[in-house]
């Protein structure tokens, strides 16, 4: 099965947007069993877009395209699709309906321009837009190259598209092509290195059944392993895939924080609403990025407290009530600095867990003794306070996010 | 002149690595007089790759290449260019050099895999990689269906490929085809949507000359305009360009805080150095984000002090010393209680600016008189304090960041 994209929109061609689209569309069909081919991005002009429909008809069964059906004079994807396809277009009344709803709820008249958006080329089957005006259009043509090519245009608008492609493109795709069942496990793993984690997991690897596949899928500071499982019976890929996952599991418990779309902050913030307790930050190397991370999770207010930034060694001194023997001696970035100033924190904010976080992100500021990279991290917890050290690398970005995740995961750690 | 992009790798196909590179390679083409028509994402597929090219071939005149050079088996693209231009591999004594040096530095031996990346097809303009050890390719093909094809291939690396871009192919694609002399300049704005924007300005945009255009690119939080000049005299081009800003500043010097790439956080900070003043912050529904965005810039060490998360009314009272009746009568969300949280951390950070923000990010704790999307900022100078009120939107992300940029923006009015 010959799968291909193709996103309209000059805003791609210029580097206003970046093509986000592409990469979850092609996500998306390669978990559904149509691994894609191809991207084709064109401009919203005319004769590209049908130079572009004519060659993708000649390469593929399957033409997913997005962008350029909004209601404005720029967006012609309709008008050429029409042109392709020999078709006139007609008046749907269901779209139209759904259209005065969509403006009925919103108190708005049903301009002339968006009337227009219930016109619908002849012979294609109009897909509903939940969240939107603009209609998908799939279209099945026969003959040409291939005995039956589909074209399925939707949306440029990312949640658009993407409701349309869940809810309508891909199960209509899964009922005509039956592709083999396909079963997806990620597990989310932070605070080892790919290629450490390759080493310890080979033998495990080696071992699976062929039909499940394994990729690495690194961000930085986590690594995604994502397991595939394929066949036609689907109880047993579904076991086949939860047993090497399981299996997965004994040997690198330690690393795995969670599944899919899970993320550090909320797994963290479930524990603490469970368990009853609260958390605060005291934060210098990474400069409220923790609290960011805990407050982007909504209902956050439930068990989280706050953070003291506190970027100076005087505001270290003032409010978080480190020694400026301990400072002198050791330094802010030390086991000591960020001993006192969770435990400190833990009063301050009258908080059951605190993080504390105390590093050289760099570009400056590194010794040989301490170079940019070196961080430590201290846990505060009803029982007990430890700091770990760790070296990361050089990058300022990269050493702010991986010294926040391994600091929630240490906390995670500590509350399971 | 035709110009097309062609990005290889099999990790842009199954959605695990966004294609940003195509949009940064078609900004700065674009930016250098070369428009992008096309975009085409193929895998690392011997025979998709040399599709590609032959399509390439009949339709443009100039094909930048990224991807699949590295030196492992599965980058294949150097072996099908060699096929396509029909060139054998031949050892590069240069490249091979500045490969030995690269290892040197590293103190690494040159491994067999690495020595090959010195073969280069022959006939071919082999590219400097300053910073890797795959080298660029450039190709000149005569006859066929353009007189003359030029195929540039270059690393899939992003900074490799960028390093590359500017000092190598687009000062070689100007001296190739000379295009007409363009100049831009970009004007950042803060805190006023685009279509009021739009309406702000459409006189000033209907008298601009010919050869000036302008685009509206937008942000969540800033609306960038891009001015672009283009003609044959350099100076004439420059001045209509920078007259045409000046006009635009006087019109809307409100909201313009930058140019280019500035960033509100690195203006503050050097306004902040400049002026001999700190700053510190004291955060509720920005939870952290304010001072994540001004830590993120290195050396804020000289002016920010830190920052008080304070999540909760309990903190807001114990640390920021907000009064229990403020809370009750006017609630957290309030000119008074921003105003006096900004006045206390003034105190306790010892600063001479202060940024205080608390608002109802979302996506619960709307009320009919404070909607999701209501937020104070104040800000404490030495002279005075004063707090606004703002009502933005339902996304909790977006109002978080907002937030933000407003309030860096008041910081950067009132130390201007």
Redesign the interface.
Known sequence: MKVEIINIGDE?????????N???????L?LSGF?????????DCHE?ILE?LQ?AEKRSEVVLISGGIGPTNDDITKKTLCEFFQARLVFDEEAFRDIEIFFALRGLHVTELNRQQADIPEGCISLPNKIGTARGMWFEKQGGHNKNSIFVSMPGVPFEMKEMMINEVIPRLQKKFHPPFLYHKTALTQGIGESFLAAQIEAWENKLPENIKL?Y?PQPGIVRLRLSGSGNNEQRVRQQVNTALKELEAQISDYIFGYDEDTLEEIVGKLLLEKGKTLA?A?SC???????L???V????GY?????????N??KE??LFVSPNILKKEGAVSEETTMEMAVAAQT???ADYVIATSGIA???GGTVEKPVGTTWIALATPDEVFARKYLFGDS??RN?RRTALQALNMLRKSLI
């Open positions: 791609l061609l210029i580097g206003q947007v970046i093509n986000t592409a990469a979850w569309m092609a996500e998306q390669d691994p894609v081919r191809l991207v084709t991005v064109v401009r590209q572009t060659e990729a899928l930050t934060e990474t400069g409220g990025y923790i609290a960011h805990i407050t982007s909504p209902g956050c207010s989280y407290r706050g953070s003291l930034v506190a970027y100076s005087e505001i003032s409010l301050q904010f009258d760099g570009p400056e300022r970005e702010i």
